[in-house]
């Protein structure tokens, strides 16, 4: 009954700035982890951040110094910041909450790197 919906993909070009957002509902906020998954076309699904309940925080090495993830607790929503994004960086990225256990992804976003 946990639904993540996530917003904020879309076009953005080489060095540009984009912000996704993940809104959780049907449950209280209580993820023990809470991350952004990212897959590109004919790639494997890949961490890109995450974080635990404790903001104990793990950034993946290709976009670390450049994305930053972060939540706030009272409007329940999981952010990830996109800063000097690289045409690498397309893909469908991905909300993902553990909670009791269990995994709970969105529906995913895509975002395109372009000029």
């Known amino acids: 009954q946990v639904q993540l919906v996530e917003s904020g993909g879309g076009l953005v070009q080489p060095g540009g700035s984009l912000r996704l957002s993940c809104a959780a509902s049907g449950t209280i906020f209580s993820s023990s982890f809470m991350a952004w998954y990212r897959q590109a076309p004919g790639k494997q699904r890949e961490l890109v951040a995450g974080f635990t309940s404790g903001g104990n925080t793990n950034v993946a090495d290709s976009v670390k110094g450049r994305f930053t993830i972060s939540g706030d607790n009272a409007k329940k929503t999981v952010y990830l910041q996109l800063n000097s994004v690289k045409p690498e960086d397309t893909a469908v990225y991905y909300c993902?909450?553990?909670?009791?256990?269990?995994?709970?992804w969105g529906q995913g976003t895509q975002v395109t790197v372009s000029s």
């Open positions: 993902y909450h553990r909670i009791r256990l269990r995994d709970y």
